[in-house]
T-cell receptor, first 113, second 112 residues
Protein backbone atom coordinates (compact mmCIF):
# COMPACT_ATOMS: atom_id res chain seq x y z
CA UNK A 1 0.00 0.00 0.00
CA UNK A 2 1.40 3.42 -0.95
CA UNK A 3 2.71 5.47 1.94
CA UNK A 4 3.47 9.04 2.85
CA UNK A 5 6.98 9.10 4.28
CA UNK A 6 8.18 11.68 6.78
CA UNK A 7 11.67 12.36 8.06
CA UNK A 8 13.01 12.68 10.65
CA UNK A 9 10.69 10.85 13.02
CA UNK A 10 11.90 12.98 15.91
CA UNK A 11 13.75 16.30 15.92
CA UNK A 12 14.99 18.25 18.90
CA UNK A 13 15.98 21.85 18.28
CA UNK A 14 16.87 24.91 20.28
CA UNK A 15 14.49 27.84 20.44
CA UNK A 16 15.21 30.30 17.66
CA UNK A 17 16.69 27.72 15.31
CA UNK A 18 15.31 26.91 11.89
CA UNK A 19 13.96 23.43 11.19
CA UNK A 20 12.93 21.72 7.99
CA UNK A 21 10.53 18.82 8.14
CA UNK A 22 10.49 16.58 5.11
CA UNK A 23 7.76 14.55 3.48
CA UNK A 24 7.48 12.37 0.41
CA UNK A 25 3.79 12.22 -0.55
CA UNK A 26 2.24 9.36 -2.50
CA UNK A 27 3.57 9.68 -6.02
CA UNK A 28 0.36 10.25 -7.99
CA UNK A 29 -1.26 12.50 -5.41
CA UNK A 30 -1.81 16.13 -6.28
CA UNK A 31 -2.83 17.76 -2.99
CA UNK A 32 -0.48 18.08 -0.06
CA UNK A 33 -1.01 19.19 3.49
CA UNK A 34 0.67 19.86 6.78
CA UNK A 35 -1.14 19.40 10.06
CA UNK A 36 0.11 19.49 13.62
CA UNK A 37 -1.00 17.94 16.87
CA UNK A 38 0.18 19.29 20.19
CA UNK A 39 0.34 16.48 22.74
CA UNK A 40 -3.10 15.72 24.09
CA UNK A 41 -4.83 18.12 21.73
CA UNK A 42 -6.64 17.85 18.44
CA UNK A 43 -5.16 17.70 14.97
CA UNK A 44 -4.91 21.23 13.53
CA UNK A 45 -4.73 22.29 9.90
CA UNK A 46 -1.69 24.32 8.88
CA UNK A 47 -1.61 24.53 5.10
CA UNK A 48 -2.74 22.94 1.85
CA UNK A 49 -0.70 22.98 -1.34
CA UNK A 50 -1.73 22.33 -4.91
CA UNK A 51 -0.23 23.08 -8.30
CA UNK A 52 2.95 24.40 -6.69
CA UNK A 53 1.29 26.97 -4.55
CA UNK A 54 -0.46 27.33 -1.22
CA UNK A 55 -4.20 26.96 -1.65
CA UNK A 56 -5.26 27.53 1.95
CA UNK A 57 -3.59 28.21 5.25
CA UNK A 58 -4.64 28.65 8.84
CA UNK A 59 -3.98 31.40 11.36
CA UNK A 60 -1.24 29.21 12.83
CA UNK A 61 0.67 29.32 9.53
CA UNK A 62 2.24 32.74 9.99
CA UNK A 63 5.37 34.27 8.46
CA UNK A 64 7.56 31.88 10.43
CA UNK A 65 6.26 28.97 8.36
CA UNK A 66 6.84 28.16 4.72
CA UNK A 67 6.33 25.16 2.46
CA UNK A 68 8.08 24.04 -0.66
CA UNK A 69 7.95 21.28 -3.20
CA UNK A 70 11.46 21.63 -4.51
CA UNK A 71 11.80 18.66 -6.81
CA UNK A 72 8.46 17.08 -7.63
CA UNK A 73 8.69 14.42 -4.93
CA UNK A 74 9.59 16.10 -1.63
CA UNK A 75 7.28 18.44 0.24
CA UNK A 76 8.88 20.39 3.05
CA UNK A 77 7.73 22.51 5.97
CA UNK A 78 10.18 25.09 7.26
CA UNK A 79 9.87 26.87 10.56
CA UNK A 80 12.24 29.82 10.51
CA UNK A 81 12.70 30.60 14.18
CA UNK A 82 11.22 27.96 16.40
CA UNK A 83 9.39 28.76 19.60
CA UNK A 84 8.67 26.51 22.55
CA UNK A 85 5.01 26.38 21.55
CA UNK A 86 5.95 24.91 18.16
CA UNK A 87 6.63 21.62 19.95
CA UNK A 88 4.16 19.17 18.46
CA UNK A 89 3.74 16.21 16.14
CA UNK A 90 3.73 17.43 12.57
CA UNK A 91 1.86 15.32 10.07
CA UNK A 92 2.17 15.52 6.32
CA UNK A 93 -0.73 14.23 4.23
CA UNK A 94 -1.61 13.86 0.59
CA UNK A 95 -4.68 13.11 -1.46
CA UNK A 96 -5.42 12.37 -5.08
CA UNK A 97 -8.20 14.90 -5.36
CA UNK A 98 -9.54 17.77 -3.30
CA UNK A 99 -12.19 16.74 -0.78
CA UNK A 100 -10.87 13.18 -0.72
CA UNK A 101 -9.75 11.52 2.47
CA UNK A 102 -6.07 11.94 3.12
CA UNK A 103 -3.28 9.53 3.68
CA UNK A 104 -1.14 10.73 6.57
CA UNK A 105 2.52 10.14 7.16
CA UNK A 106 3.64 8.78 10.51
CA UNK A 107 4.67 12.24 11.66
CA UNK A 108 7.70 14.14 12.91
CA UNK A 109 7.79 14.83 16.59
CA UNK A 110 9.35 18.28 17.01
CA UNK A 111 10.64 19.22 20.43
CA UNK A 112 11.82 22.80 20.93
CA UNK A 113 13.99 23.30 24.00
CA UNK B 1 -18.46 27.76 18.46
CA UNK B 2 -16.03 24.98 17.54
CA UNK B 3 -16.09 23.78 13.94
CA UNK B 4 -16.39 20.16 14.99
CA UNK B 5 -17.50 18.85 18.36
CA UNK B 6 -17.32 15.34 19.71
CA UNK B 7 -17.98 13.68 23.04
CA UNK B 8 -14.46 12.86 24.28
CA UNK B 9 -15.60 9.69 26.05
CA UNK B 10 -14.11 7.33 26.95
CA UNK B 11 -16.63 4.77 25.87
CA UNK B 12 -15.85 1.53 27.68
CA UNK B 13 -17.62 -1.41 26.07
CA UNK B 14 -17.28 -5.20 26.15
CA UNK B 15 -16.24 -7.17 23.09
CA UNK B 16 -19.18 -7.81 20.81
CA UNK B 17 -21.05 -4.68 21.84
CA UNK B 18 -22.50 -2.11 19.48
CA UNK B 19 -21.35 1.44 20.07
CA UNK B 20 -22.26 4.72 18.39
CA UNK B 21 -20.52 8.08 18.28
CA UNK B 22 -21.94 11.39 17.18
CA UNK B 23 -20.25 14.51 15.98
CA UNK B 24 -21.71 17.94 15.25
CA UNK B 25 -20.31 20.54 12.88
CA UNK B 26 -20.96 24.25 12.69
CA UNK B 27 -20.59 25.16 9.02
CA UNK B 28 -23.70 24.35 7.01
CA UNK B 29 -21.68 24.76 3.79
CA UNK B 30 -19.34 21.87 4.63
CA UNK B 31 -19.47 19.18 1.99
CA UNK B 32 -16.93 16.52 2.88
CA UNK B 33 -17.10 14.37 5.97
CA UNK B 34 -14.88 11.59 7.24
CA UNK B 35 -14.20 9.37 10.18
CA UNK B 36 -10.56 8.67 11.05
CA UNK B 37 -9.14 6.53 13.80
CA UNK B 38 -6.02 7.40 15.70
CA UNK B 39 -4.09 5.02 17.86
CA UNK B 40 -2.02 6.42 20.70
CA UNK B 41 0.91 8.49 19.38
CA UNK B 42 0.25 7.40 15.80
CA UNK B 43 -1.00 9.18 12.72
CA UNK B 44 -4.73 9.40 11.94
CA UNK B 45 -5.89 6.74 9.50
CA UNK B 46 -8.90 7.13 7.27
CA UNK B 47 -11.70 4.85 8.39
CA UNK B 48 -14.43 5.92 6.00
CA UNK B 49 -15.95 8.79 4.12
CA UNK B 50 -19.49 9.79 5.06
CA UNK B 51 -22.01 10.21 2.29
CA UNK B 52 -25.43 11.81 2.38
CA UNK B 53 -27.09 8.47 1.73
CA UNK B 54 -25.19 6.80 4.54
CA UNK B 55 -22.61 4.14 3.96
CA UNK B 56 -21.48 0.89 5.44
CA UNK B 57 -18.13 -0.87 5.47
CA UNK B 58 -18.28 -4.21 7.21
CA UNK B 59 -19.04 -3.59 10.88
CA UNK B 60 -18.91 0.18 10.46
CA UNK B 61 -21.83 2.39 9.41
CA UNK B 62 -21.64 6.13 8.92
CA UNK B 63 -24.58 8.50 8.63
CA UNK B 64 -24.87 12.17 7.80
CA UNK B 65 -27.73 14.39 8.86
CA UNK B 66 -27.33 17.71 7.06
CA UNK B 67 -30.42 19.30 8.55
CA UNK B 68 -29.13 18.82 12.08
CA UNK B 69 -25.46 19.06 11.08
CA UNK B 70 -24.32 15.87 12.67
CA UNK B 71 -22.46 12.77 11.64
CA UNK B 72 -22.60 9.40 13.32
CA UNK B 73 -20.46 6.28 13.37
CA UNK B 74 -21.85 2.93 14.45
CA UNK B 75 -19.55 0.03 15.23
CA UNK B 76 -21.15 -3.40 15.51
CA UNK B 77 -19.62 -6.46 17.15
CA UNK B 78 -16.75 -4.48 18.69
CA UNK B 79 -13.31 -6.06 18.66
CA UNK B 80 -10.42 -5.41 21.01
CA UNK B 81 -8.57 -3.96 18.01
CA UNK B 82 -11.25 -1.28 17.64
CA UNK B 83 -9.85 0.43 20.75
CA UNK B 84 -8.65 3.81 19.52
CA UNK B 85 -9.67 7.45 19.31
CA UNK B 86 -12.20 8.16 16.56
CA UNK B 87 -11.87 11.53 14.88
CA UNK B 88 -14.67 13.29 13.05
CA UNK B 89 -13.37 15.42 10.17
CA UNK B 90 -15.27 18.05 8.21
CA UNK B 91 -14.13 20.41 5.49
CA UNK B 92 -14.41 24.14 5.77
CA UNK B 93 -17.15 24.82 3.24
CA UNK B 94 -17.27 27.64 0.75
CA UNK B 95 -13.79 29.01 0.08
CA UNK B 96 -12.26 26.46 2.42
CA UNK B 97 -13.07 23.19 0.74
CA UNK B 98 -9.53 22.01 1.07
CA UNK B 99 -9.19 22.88 4.74
CA UNK B 100 -10.29 20.10 7.04
CA UNK B 101 -11.25 20.49 10.67
CA UNK B 102 -10.71 17.67 13.10
CA UNK B 103 -12.75 17.05 16.19
CA UNK B 104 -10.94 16.34 19.43
CA UNK B 105 -11.86 12.69 19.11
CA UNK B 106 -13.90 10.11 20.99
CA UNK B 107 -11.94 7.48 22.84
CA UNK B 108 -13.15 3.91 22.64
CA UNK B 109 -11.94 1.14 24.94
CA UNK B 110 -13.13 -2.34 24.07
CA UNK B 111 -12.66 -4.73 26.98
CA UNK B 112 -12.47 -8.54 26.89
Amino acid sequence: EPEVTQTPSHQVTQMGQEVILRCVPISNHLYFYWYRQILGQKVEFLVSFYNNEISEKSEIFDDQFSVERPDGSNFTLKIRSTKLEDSAMYFCASSLQANYGYTFGSGTRLTVV
Amino acid sequence: RKEVEQDPGPFNVPEGATVAFNCTYSNSASQSFFWYRQDCRKEPKLLMSVYSSGNEDGRFTAQLNRASQYISLLIRDSKLSDSATYLCVVNGGRGNFNKFYFGSGTKLNVKP
